[in-house]
């Protein structure tokens, strides 16, 4: 810890979370479904998407921009597609309850989707894909947002952050993770830098006028994954998740949609897009001959030589598994503005 920041029990904090989010007027069940979704990031070591951001949350249900008490509206158009109307409530609750009706639906058809349109900011994009995962699902999460992100070689923001999160079962084992955004970082992380007073890394972050900067306060707009020499990669894949998220479920597009934050605007609706997905193995190799290949892939990938003695090659999320079993134990970490504002 430092003197920014503040350790505070997961349990604690998880309670502290719920009670602040139905303080703000969110329901029962929407509060439950985004305390968990923050919790997953908090402990995850995804502290940009996590109890921070339930002071974002708590303007915005006062505000009118998020539906405290949603009525999802679910239209099946197929065996394994259903849409999803989120009702502007708090995108938590819709994600995983489209993520279950996918995994419901690839039961039987092999492959679910669920697309949402009418949604709120979801926070992280893996909570979903983990969802599928602990049903032996593999679990596919995307979701559009506001343009704060580059193209390559422009000036302009057009693309949102726009993640993309996977996760599969494992036999005897945590599921295979990864959860990324499609540019370099999250635009969260560079507000999360700016209440730390800390120097954002390389290449990842550009001035109004297009300049690469490190600087968190001068920091505009976002590179594409790939940064300033490749980021030709990340602008594609966002466009990408905008086409799944945005345009199949009739959302708004990123750079017509308002901005998440740094607006007085707390009344209008975004419209979110969102795409959820789940494969089930047991239509393919059957379920358990999967998770053993995912087993045998892992544990071949483990004893690749690393470039650095001593420090093993990891695979994606073994990292946030570890981080989450110290949080468990030691607490999370916040920084003194989110602490503040939630134990105040």
């Given at each position: ?278 494969i089930n193995p047991e239509k393919f190799l059957g379920a ?57």
């Amino acid at each position: 810890m430092t003197e920014h920041t503040v350790c505070v029990p997961a349990s604690l904090l998880e309670g502290r979370i719920f009670q602040y989010l139905c303080e703000a007027g969110a329901s029962t069940v929407s509060a439950r479904a985004a305390t968990q979704a923050l919790m997953h990031a908090s402990l995850m070591g995804v502290d940009s998407h996590g109890a921070r951001l339930a002071v974002h949350y708590a303007t915005m249900l006062r505000g009118g921009r998020i539906n405290p008490t949603p009525n999802l509206t679910l239209t099946q158009t197929s065996s394994a597609v259903t849409l999803m109307n989120a009702d502007n409530g708090l995108g938590h609750y819709a994600g995983y309850q489209a993520m279950e009706k996918a995994c419901e639906q690839a039961l039987q058809a092999g492959v679910g989707i669920c697309s949402v349109a009418h949604s709120t900011h979801f926070g992280a994009a893996g909570a979903y894909a983990l969802h599928a995962a602990s049903q032996n699902m593999i679990g596919i999460a995307l979701s559009n947002s506001d343009a704060n992100v580059a193209l390559h070689g422009s000036t302009v923001p057009f693309h949102g952050t726009n993640p993309l999160a996977a996760a599969a079962p494992v036999q005897d084992g945590l599921p295979w993770f990864f959860d990324t955004a499609t540019s370099s970082i999250p635009f969260n992380r560079v507000r999360l830098y700016r209440s730390l007073d800390k120097l954002l890394p390389p290449d990842v972050a550009a001035t109004q006028n297009g300049q690469v900067t490190r600087n968190p306060h001068d920091a505009f707009m976002l590179l594409p994954l790939g940064g300033e020499s490749y980021g030709f990669k990340g602008a594609g894949l966002a466009g990408l998740i905008t086409i799944l998220s945005a345009a199949l479920s009739g959302a708004t597009l990123d750079a017509d949609m308002i901005p998440m934050t740094d607006t007085e605007d707390h009344k209008t609706y975004r419209n979110v897009g969102h795409f959820f997905m789940a494969i089930n193995p047991e239509k393919f190799l059957g379920a358990n001959h999967f998770k053993h290949i995912m087993k045998t892939y892992l544990a071949s990938l483990s004893v690749c030589t690393s470039t650095t003695l001593g420090v093993p090659v990891l695979y994606p999320g073994e990292r946030e598994w570890q981080i989450r079993g110290a949080r468990l134990n030691q607490g999370i970490i916040l920084d003194q503005q989110t602490y503040s504002a939630l134990f105040s």
